[in-house]
């Protein structure tokens, strides 16, 4: 899918979920919630949270792309910040040319939320724009999926690709790298700010 056509709808609807009140009534459950603004929130059969239930105020773009949880863990640019990152370098569909780009890996994240890697579950990854991607953790783990922070030495900006991507190199895997380039990267949604964790 060529994701520079997709129906971008999220400023319309504005971007309230994306900045969850940490002080709201909803006490951490286990870890300690966030104390900046979350940027990705990870729901479904986790075993760790750090925040309670969907709020239909608060959390208004969760709310209209259907997402519902009664618990979830959520992470701020902090919490990426202080796991461990991996740097890749594939060429992009948007000017066919390669970029950095760097973040801890897919799995890693999961494993805040206490998602072991390998296990038997498949990642529902929604962008703010609706995009929504189903991949087994196996693909995601083959694939070295990062959840990207930087591209070429700079933060992500809202309104761009970020504030995070899910990505692989396409470059170098061989499910991907003789496709056209604009065909390579239909599961990395950009603007990733939920992660549905679903038992297989």
Same mark, same amino acid.
């Given at each position: 899918m /060529?994701m520079?056509k997709r /129906?971008?709808?999220?400023?319309? $609807? #504005?971007?309230a979920?994306?900045w969850?009140?940490? #002080?709201?009534? +909803?006490?951490?459950?286990q870890?300690?919630?966030?104390?900046g603004?979350?940027?990705?929130t990870i729901?479904?059969a986790?075993t760790?949270?750090n925040?309670?239930?969907l709020d239909?105020?608060?959390d208004? $773009?969760m709310g209209?792309? =259907?997402?519902?949880?009664?618990?979830?863990?959520?992470?701020?640019?902090?919490a990426?910040a202080?796991m461990?990152?991996v740097?890749?370098?594939?060429?992009?569909e948007?000017?066919?040319k390669? +970029?950095t780009?760097? #973040?801890?890996?897919?799995?890693?994240?999961?494993?805040?939320a206490?998602?072991?890697?390998g296990?038997? &579950?498949?990642? =529902?990854l929604?962008?703010?724009? #609706?995009? /929504?991607v /189903?991949?087994? $953790?196996a693909?995601?783990?083959?694939y070295r999926m990062? &959840?990207?922070?930087h591209?070429?030495?700079?933060? $992500?900006?809202? =309104?761009?690709?970020?504030?995070?991507?899910? &990505?692989?190199?396409?470059?170098?895997?061989?499910?991907?790298k003789?496709?056209?380039?604009?065909?390579?990267f239909?599961?990395c949604?950009?603007g990733?700010?939920?992660?549905?964790v679903?038992?297989a």
């Amino acid at each position: 899918m /060529n994701m520079n056509k997709r /129906n971008f709808v999220a400023a319309g $609807m #504005g971007l309230a979920g994306l900045w969850t009140a940490t #002080g709201s009534s +909803h006490a951490a459950t286990q870890a300690k919630a966030p104390s900046g603004p979350t940027l990705l929130t990870i729901s479904g059969a986790i075993t760790q949270s750090n925040r309670g239930a969907l709020d239909a105020t608060i959390d208004q $773009m969760m709310g209209k792309h =259907g997402i519902q949880f009664d618990k979830a863990y959520a992470l701020d640019a902090a919490a990426l910040a202080r796991m461990p990152a991996v740097t890749i370098k594939p060429t992009l569909e948007y000017d066919s040319k390669p +970029h950095t780009l760097k #973040g801890p890996l897919l799995t890693t994240v999961l494993a805040a939320a206490g998602v072991a890697a390998g296990s038997p &579950v498949q990642l =529902g990854l929604r962008a703010v724009d #609706g995009y /929504n991607v /189903n991949i087994s $953790m196996a693909d995601a783990q083959a694939y070295r999926m990062i &959840v990207a922070t930087h591209i070429d030495g700079q933060p $992500m900006a809202l =309104g761009g690709l970020g504030p995070q991507w899910a &990505v692989y190199d396409a470059d170098v895997l061989p499910a991907f790298k003789d496709k056209p380039v604009k065909e390579r990267f239909g599961l990395c949604p950009w603007g990733l700010y939920h992660i549905e964790v679903k038992k297989a």
